[in-house]
């Protein structure tokens, strides 16, 4: 071990490259290519690798608009709806390392479900990312999300839902708090949803989406705290948690950290690391293979 790893806190390569390291929740320029072809995204992406390098991760998913109005570029969704290696670029660069899931707007449920079709149906999307702000920020349990969980349920792809308990309230009508997503999963109990930073305040949403079995808990986004991790191993299950860096906007020490030093089994961790998110993908993942 080096001390530049002491300094990170990071277990030893051989540790981590055990744990078998796939990350849902990786944030290059929150998915937005930007200008000439992308170049915006590679690079973030290209300044990501050396910290996933150093944490051994063997996948990294993240979250491409689509053209479908997630963004505030009217450029960029025009350039996006013309022309889908803008989309690609980055999965044919990094083939091995990268998966992803499309952003939806369930404000225009018809381009949703076109882009169902043809990201999810057709093309190498895994499932789809419900954002907390934006344009295409809606909350989970109005109407429009409905036919969209239906159709994502018909291709079997996973449904990650940013999440957020925020202190006095919403920020804006198109956040949903877990209870909602809680809500949402009751009405599609064979349909798996993805918590987002375990709703940010963690234990009011780890204890909203306990009894919702179709409910996972994600980890990044929201300051390390003592006893995360463990509560939520007590209250869910270790199969019910899965990990997320929020590279590169966050630390890999702070991130990576939550479980490898938590108070937990060594078998635990390499479910929480791997393995849970690994089996949540093998539905869809079946349906990829040629």
């Known amino acids: 071990m080096t001390p530049a790893d002491l300094q990170l806190g990071l277990p030893t390569s051989r540790e981590l490259k ?3 390291i796939w ?7 929150h998915s937005h290519p930007g200008p000439n072809g992308g170049d915006r995204l590679i690079a973030d992406i290209e300044r990501s690798l050396p910290a996933t390098g150093k944490g051994h991760f063997e996948k990294l998913c993240y979250f491409p ?4 109005g997630t963004t505030n570029d009217p450029a960029f969704e025009k350039a996006t709806r013309a022309k889908a290696d803008l989309v690609l670029r980055p999965l ?7 998966l992803s899931m499309i952003q939806l707007n369930a404000n225009d449920v018809g381009a949703s479900l076109d882009a169902l079709n043809r990201w999810l149906r057709d093309g190498p999307m895994l499932g789809v990312y419900f954002p907390g702000s934006g344009p295409g920020a809606l909350a989970c349990t109005h109407r429009n999300c409905e036919p969209l969980v239906k159709r994502i349920a018909e291709l079997k792809g996973v449904i990650m839902q940013h999440t957020w308990f ?4 919403k920020q804006g009508p198109g956040e949903s708090t877990p209870s909602e997503l809680a809500e949402l999963a009751a009405r599609f109990p064979e349909q798996q949803f993805v ?3 375990a709703g940010g305040e963690w234990q009011r949403g780890i204890r909203a989406v306990r009894t919702s079995s179709n409910i996972l808990v994600e980890t990044s986004g929201f300051d390390a705290t003592a006893g995360f991790i463990e509560m939520a191993v007590r209250e869910l299950g270790p199969r019910r948690i899965i990990f997320g860096s929020h590279l590169p906007s966050r630390s890999l020490g702070t991130e990576l950290s939550k479980i490898t030093a938590a108070n937990i089994s060594a078998g635990d961790k390499k479910l ?9 993908l093998q539905p ?7």
């Open 195 to 197: 918590c987002a930073h």
């Open 18 to 20: 055990s744990y078998r």
């Open 284 to 290: 869809i993942l079946k349906t990829k293979k040629p």
């Open 166 to 169: 925020k202190t006095g309230g």
């Open 65 to 68: 608009h689509v053209g479908i």
């Open 92 to 98: 044919k660069r990094w083939p091995k390392m990268l």
């Open 272 to 280: 929480i690391l791997g393995e849970n998110y690994r089996t949540l």
């Open 23 to 29: 990350d849902s929740y990786f944030t290059p320029s």
